[in-house]
């Protein structure tokens, strides 16, 4: 017994516990320009249909239609 708490009591000096004031440290890290969250680009796309005139939303980012045809 006494050889064991001689061997973790040696150990302590041996290996001394230093900078663990870091581990405690809070990093702080500022977002990247490609992390950034950015809006859908939407256009209104119109046609002539039968002689009326329609609107359609487009997003261009997903390159899908928002809306159904819309009468102007």
Do not use: H
């Not at 261009?60 to 159904?68: G, H, M, S």
């Amino acid at each position: 017994m006494k050889k064991i708490f001689l061997l973790i009591l040696c150990s302590l000096f041996i290996f001394p516990v230093t900078d663990t004031y870091c581990l405690s440290q809070e990093i702080v890290t500022k977002p990247s320009a490609a992390s950034q969250t950015r809006a859908d680009i939407l256009e209104w796309r119109y046609a002539a249909i039968n002689g009326k005139l329609y609107k359609r939303l487009w997003n261009a980012t997903q390159n899908r239609w928002e809306t159904d045809w819309i009468p102007v």
